[in-house]
């Protein structure tokens, strides 16, 4: 019989949020955030690898999905983590987040063109 993995650093997700399951801010899988710059003495480990991603030569902002593929955190943690950042005003929602969503009719006739076309 093996023995069960020993990873030092898996940390289930709810240790990563303390136990908290929804943001405190809406911050969606597609919504495009910015870090602050400066640094930030007596940040986690989460918020200083996230924070790092936007390091470097990478510059411009990054969608919450994207951090967490890159971070391989699971979505709905990322999401919390992200929004924790926002609250402490390290990192900011791109403009334009509340976008009002088009008009059915358009998406209608989109949906038409695509059914023709197939």
Request: aromatic fraction near 2%; glycine fraction near 12%.
């Amino acid at each position: 019989m093996s023995r069960p993995r020993q990873d030092p650093d898996l940390v289930r997700p709810y240790v990563r949020t303390g136990g908290r399951t929804r943001p405190s801010t809406d911050v969606r899988l597609e919504s495009v955030v910015f870090a602050a710059t400066g640094t930030h003495p007596g940040l986690n480990a989460d918020g200083r690898r996230l924070l790092a991603l936007f390091s470097g030569s990478r510059g411009g902002g990054l969608a919450v999905a994207e951090i967490a593929s890159e971070l391989a955190l699971p979505p709905s943690t990322t999401r919390i983590l992200v929004a924790d950042l926002i609250g402490l005003g390290l990192m900011t929602l791109a403009q334009g987040h509340d976008v009002e969503r088009p008009p059915a009719s358009l998406i209608e006739r989109v949906l038409h063109g695509l059914r023709a076309h197939a």
